[in-house]
């Protein structure tokens, strides 16, 4: 099939009411953008479809008799105008005439429109005067630059060639508004994104650095200029003929996304969801390897939408200045080479980027001038094209661009926006292959937001805020600020990820790589080894943290031994907290940097008491009591029944919670047991408090202990869409339950009101008067989750002689934890710890369980519990995916 052959088909056509013969035609066109989508040029699929459509339109408007109705014109605007048009792409007509039309004539448009909504051809259509349409280009800039991409299809050409006049005549908008207009438009759309392309699942059309930046440079030029076509713009001295076979070599690739997408999702769709990217990156052919096809597809993307902001950007400065009439209203001069245009440095001779070399003095320049807002134009251009020219060796190799490298990380004032520069314009891309190989790189998860180059120098201008912000970070201040050396800390964040996507764990593998570069910059062996202890342990305060007891001493001593010092205390801690912030905009929360703090302060305690970690601890259960106490004295409670109570608990719990919360458990207790709690009494004690713990709500259960209590609260909060993120089990020496959860929304977020919370006391507690059985869970694996494949892995460590540690990875499904807790149940095994972690798709929990005899698991039970995790887990997913 050809598309010659659907263009021969539609001569066929000769009844309006073959409504059959008409859908045939459109559904082989829609094979035949399938069939030749390897074969041929994207631009000739999108010229192609949008010839097809042309033709049917027109056919069918004759088949009506529209074609004798003279003063009225068919046109074609928007997209559809340009003569582009993706295989389901809105067909935007714009019907138009001299005068209002006739009543017979407006049954025949009614049906001539009926007929393509009935055809499923997805259409977007006005019918008006010549009058109307001017009227309402006048008021709304969407319409007027619809228009400005207005073609005649049949019809009246006297009504259109009207029409257009009237539209771009002195009466419509200026140069000047429309620009004023569509760049305020690009603006917002771009703050809709929080002004990057680095999405999981980019808008094709409407992301920065997408086909509507592109566009937005071809309305202003059509407005402005009235040319139609691109490559007239290096006529104007807008564009290099060189920039202008990159944007459009650009807008193909895009074009070729949107198009595999439109093919895969059949029908309009721009989201590059997670759903679509496997088949995409297949039909793109990048393989069909699923999740390394996907990377290396938005890679390529990732790239190309660089290239394309940093156009769009030069371009659209150069028209501010041009269409406004703007002069520039102050001028500074920097050096020989240099000059301020109203903030803008300005290059102030032809070559200014000789060497790359030149290129380093540049960024010195910028971070020595805190007065500079942005690139001009020109700048732009001069730094593009040296990128190019010396892009056969890394900047690197060269001995003078070393030595010009490390005095700007040792610039205290670089990394604030000289480092921006730096990464946007790809100069440190152009400077170390290892730094090159990284960026557009994504990982197709729910966990990483940004591309590994992005997310890095996003932790980079965490790590720069440090020396900034006082207030928002204090103790991460404090360490940088008496830092000797901080390009130390920098070096270790700009290497922390360097090795990502290579075969192998990247943090060894980045440590040989800040290796090698602090060999070819001369750094001291003391300082090399510290970084490269820092690259090379990069995740591990965050894994102990969030997947360790950090109250057992066994662990807090086999960290303080990992980490040796409070040097290397001090920066693991910046550094993970500046790594976390800059993964994922929704990752950092106060449960995260309560657990941080916690290990923090316990191993600084440790590393002054010598490794001592158990005399740390024990002080530390003396303090909590001793302030519990103070608190519980103010409340006018009974010290001899609080004292009592505590005989009941073992120390782990006095190191556990804070005294705060020891106060607030102590007061619950008591006050349940003289109301209502006797011996007899087999209810159970919920409490909810929003103010006893830093990181989120805790929730207490206390009571007589019975199965699967653990399984059914789980099953309450997962269906009310919150999340366990920390459980303590303990079963007193006189065989209660003392449950302490901390929980938060499924967003990481804290729980909304207090409403919300005495909500979710009251559903848990009438949950537990079912004994054994858990909530219904109705919902669904979330959309994204689908695509992922998480393999289910059960692995098992001694916990000491009297527990063992259960460490579960699995996708992230909905009611997970109480299939965990119901398995725990059927293989008699008791949980006293659960760690919860959800990373992006991937839940990584941690629980401590020990046999019905109090002892760690044997091998035979470990492995009856591994197959009982794994049958409760492939029901759960049977479940949850519809």
Not at 349 to 365: K, Q
Not at 418 to 429: E, R, V
């Amino acid at each position: 099939m050809t598309l010659q052959s659907l263009l021969s088909d539609i001569e066929t056509l000769d009844d309006p009411t073959d409504i059959a013969a008409i859908k045939n035609c459109v559904t082989a066109s829609y094979q035949w953008l399938d069939d030749a989508f390897d074969a041929s040029p994207v631009n000739q699929l999108v010229t192609g479809r949008a010839q097809f459509v042309d033709s049917l339109l027109c056919r069918i408007w004759g088949l009506f008799g529209l074609e004798d109705i003279s003063d009225l014109a068919l046109c074609a605007v928007g997209g559809y105008g340009r003569g582009h048009l993706q295989p389901y792409s809105d067909i935007d007509l714009l019907i138009v005439s001299k005068r209002p039309i006739a009543a017979d004539v407006q049954e025949k448009v009614g049906q001539f429109i009926t007929l393509l909504w009935d055809i499923k051809l997805d259409i977007g259509q006005s019918v008006r005067t010549i009058k109307e349409t001017v009227k309402l280009a006048k008021e709304d800039i969407s319409i007027a630059t619809n228009l400005v991409e207005s073609r005649l299809l049949c019809g009246s050409e006297a009504v259109f060639n009207k029409l257009w006049d009237e539209v771009n005549g002195k009466n419509s908008w200026s140069s000047r508004d429309f620009f004023t207009a569509k760049y305020d438009e690009q603006k917002a759309r771009h703050a809709k994104f929080n002004g990057t392309a680095y999405n999981l699942e980019p808008n094709i059309k409407e992301n920065p650095g997408c086909l509507r930046d592109i566009q937005s440079i071809g309305w202003v030029a059509k407005k402005h200029f009235r040319e139609y076509d691109g490559w007239n713009l290096v006529g104007h001295g807008y564009f290099t003929e060189l920039e202008h076979s990159e944007l459009i070599t650009c807008r193909m690739h895009l074009w070729k996304m949107r198009c595999a997408l439109h093919l895969v999702a059949g029908r309009s769709e721009n989201r590059l969801l997670f759903d679509y990217q496997p088949d995409v990156a297949e039909k793109m052919g990048y393989g069909r390897e699923g999740k390394p096809a996907v990377e290396k597809m938005m890679r390529d993307f990732f790239r190309t939408v660089r290239r394309v902001s940093e156009l769009n950007q030069m371009l659209l400065q150069r028209f501010r200045y041009d269409m406004l009439n703007q002069s520039v209203q102050s001028t500074v001069v920097i050096n020989d080479d240099f000059e301020l245009h109203d903030g803008m440095i300005c290059p102030r001779h032809a070559n200014v980027f000789p060497s790359p070399e030149a290129i380093l003095d540049f960024l010195a320049v910028v971070a020595d001038t805190p007065r500079v807002e942005g690139l001009e134009t020109d700048c732009i251009r001069q730094l593009r094209d040296a990128h190019r020219q010396f892009e056969n060796e890394y900047f690197v190799q060269r001995e003078a661009c070393r030595t010009r490298l490390m005095a700007l990380f040792r610039n205290p004032a670089f990394f604030d926006f000289a480092w921006d520069i730096m990464h946007q314009y790809g100069i440190f891309q152009a400077y170390l292959p290892e730094w090159d190989a990284i960026v557009g790189m994504m990982q197709f998860d729910l966990f990483h937001a940004y591309t590994v180059d992005e997310h890095t120098h996003r932790l980079v201008k965490h790590v720069n805020r440090y020396f900034n912000n006082e207030r928002e970070f204090p103790r991460c201040s404090r360490i940088c600020r008496n830092l000797d050396k901080p390009e130390l800390l920098y070096i270790a964040a700009i290497f922390h990820d360097i090795a990502k996507g290579r075969d192998g764990d990247h943090s060894k593998l980045g440590a040989v790589d800040v290796d090698k570069f602090c060999l070819q910059h001369d750094i001291a062996g003391s300082d090399a080894a510290l970084i490269r202890w820092l690259v090379e342990h990069h995740l591990l305060m965050s894994v102990v943290a969030q997947r360790r007891d950090i109250y057992d001493p066994d662990v807090i001593n086999e960290f303080a031994s990992a980490v040796r010092s409070h040097t290397h205390l001090n920066l693991l801690y910046a550094l993970t907290l500046a790594d976390i912030r800059a993964t994922n905009d929704n990752l950092w929360n106060d449960w995260k940097a309560s657990l941080l703090r916690e290990l923090y302060l316990m191993t600084q305690k440790a590393l002054d008491n010598g490794m001592q970690c158990q005399e740390t601890l024990s002080e530390r259960v003396d303090t909590h009591k001793h302030l519990a106490r103070q608190l519980l004295t103010a409340r006018d409670l009974n010290m001899e029944e609080i004292d009592t109570l505590w005989a009941r608990m073992d120390d782990d719990y006095f190191v556990r919670f804070k005294p705060i919360q020891i106060a607030w458990h102590s007061e619950e207790i008591l006050i349940a047991q003289k109301e209502w709690m006797t011996v007899d009494d087999t209810r159970l004690l919920v409490k909810a408090n929003d103010n006893s713990a830093k990181g989120g709500t805790e929730i207490l259960i206390y009571g007589k202990d019975r199965k699967a209590l653990f399984a059914q609260v789980a099953s309450v909060l997962d269906s009310r869409n919150c999340s366990i993120h920390d459980a303590h089990i303990t079963v007193t020496r006189d065989g209660y339950v003392f449950d302490s959860l901390l929980v938060l929304e499924n967003d990481g977020t804290r729980l909304s009101s207090e409403s919300r919370i005495r909500s979710l006391e009251k559903a848990i507690y009438e949950q537990l008067e079912k004994p054994g059985r858990s909530h219904d869970n109705h919902r669904k694996l979330p959309r994204q989750m689908r695509q992922l494949d998480v393999p289910t892995k059960v692995r098992f460590f001694s916990a000491g002689d009297d527990a063992t540690l259960v460490e579960l990875e699995a996708l992230d499904a909905p009611g997970i934890l109480a299939k965990i807790g119901h398995a725990f149940v059927d293989m008699r095994a008791t949980l006293k710890l659960a760690k919860i972690a959800t990373i992006g798709e991937r839940a990584e929990d941690i629980f401590i369980v020990c046999n019905e005899d109090g002892d760690a698991l044997t091998t035979e039970q470990q492995v009856a519990l591994k197959k009982q995790i794994l049958f409760k887990l492939d029901q759960l997913e049977d479940i949850s995916i519809p």
